[in-house]
């Protein structure tokens, strides 16, 4: 295993994230315990020592689930991160009683790595408000009691935000967690987005590396001119080398739902092969083209969801969106979308924009419900 120094910690250059854990069933919150430690005790033996968790995942089952697997392990010998889920109103001034459950949760007297959950134009403000809230303040003197060993934040928002709250609470933080992919590299300003936190003197944490399975199942063509250059390379592993070829890089997340995701995960993780100038140039055609093509950015991180007033798949139906962009697809989903109950239909969104706020995407869902609408309903 790779590991990446950061103020004196040794940390996995692979976290295993747990967001996507096995499940028994399509229920978000049936987390199948069995596996999930089947896959833990793997990625502890194999030298991971960082896993990233948040309140809101598998429907606030992460957690627990997460504590339990650790439980059996010397505590010192692994780092826990969490999140304070500030990117819904649901949850400003409440950072003291989120954070304590959390703890209990988890079954720990203390956190790791504790990070203000994305950071965006929805709540920067609430955020830096110190009288009506206060969540970060909570935090910060959580640190300082020992309880939080290492602070930071996420973010989707633009460099703009990231900068405001960066100039408030720099001093404060150690590292960023940022969505990083040679997709996004361009097409979410990511490359300023490194830049910027760099100039803070913070690390660079990357969420959605293989962005929500899209660049681990690459077009034909994509493939073909990959595996001219490195031949038996799988995509996946691709995304990941790129990576590593961006020395601010620290800590890469992977969300791995099963053990073979795993195993080729963690292989890839076992020594660094960073990109040449051919394959950096291939990928970011690729990327280019990819960006061409207007596909919306959804990651599948179901944000959305809980907030939806009528209870719409909306993940689903921004899948089908993307798919019919293609035109050789565009009969399946017209097929697909008319087998569906009508409350279920594009058609029965009431364009509320609950899910919009929470986006940390910025997604204009209503917008590409009606467009879906007018196509298919």
């Not at 790129?242 to 620290?250: E, N, Y």
């Amino acid at each position: 295993m790779i590991y990446k120094n950061l103020n004196g910690v040794a940390l996995s250059a692979l976290g295993l994230g747990c967001m996507r854990l096995p499940q028994k069933s399509e229920n978000g919150a049936d987390i199948d315990e069995a596996a999930l430690c089947e896959m833990v005790d793997y990625a502890i033996s194999k030298g991971v020592n960082y896993f990233d968790t948040a309140w809101v995942y598998h429907q606030g089952k992460s957690e627990e689930f997460v504590g339990r697997a650790l439980a059996k392990y010397p505590r010192e010998s692994f780092y826990v991160a969490t999140k304070f889920p500030g990117f819904s109103a649901d949850f400003w001034g409440r950072g003291k009683e989120i954070f304590e459950e959390q703890l209990r949760r988890l079954g720990m007297d203390y956190i790791d790595y504790y990070l203000i959950h994305n950071v965006s134009e929805h709540n920067v403000e609430q955020y830096m408000d110190t009288e009506k809230y206060g969540d970060v303040e909570y935090m910060i003197s959580e640190k300082k009691a020992g309880r939080i060993k290492h602070l930071g934040f996420s973010t989707h928002g633009t460099l703009a935000t990231m900068k405001k709250f960066l100039d408030k609470y720099a001093s404060e933080m150690e590292f960023c967690q940022i969505q990083l992919n040679y997709l996004d590299y361009k097409l979410q300003s990511a490359k300023e987005k490194i830049d910027l936190i760099r100039s803070y003197g913070l690390g660079v944490w990357v969420m959605e590396p293989v962005r929500g399975g899209r660049l681990a199942a690459l077009e034909p063509e994509y493939a073909a001119k990959l595996e001219a250059l490195r031949p038996g390379v799988s995509a996946p592993e691709w995304a990941f080398r790129f990576l590593q070829t961006l020395p601010d890089v620290v800590v890469t997340l992977s969300g791995m739902s099963n053990m073979q995701q795993l195993r080729e995960n963690i292989e890839t993780f076992e020594s660094e092969k960073p990109l040449n100038e051919a394959e950096w140039q291939a990928v970011m055609e690729i990327a280019d083209d990819m960006i061409a093509k207007k596909t919306l950015p959804c990651t599948s991180c179901r944000y959305c969801t809980p907030y939806c007033a009528q209870g719409l798949e909306i993940p689903q139906m921004i899948k089908f969106y993307n798919a019919q962009m293609y035109p050789e697809n565009v009969g399946e989903v017209r097929a697909q979308i008319k087998a569906m109950p009508d409350e279920q239909k594009p058609s029965a969104c009431i364009a509320c924009r609950a899910c919009e706020d929470v986006c940390p995407q910025n997604i204009k869902i209503s917008e590409m419900m009606a467009e879906m609408t007018k196509r298919y309903c």
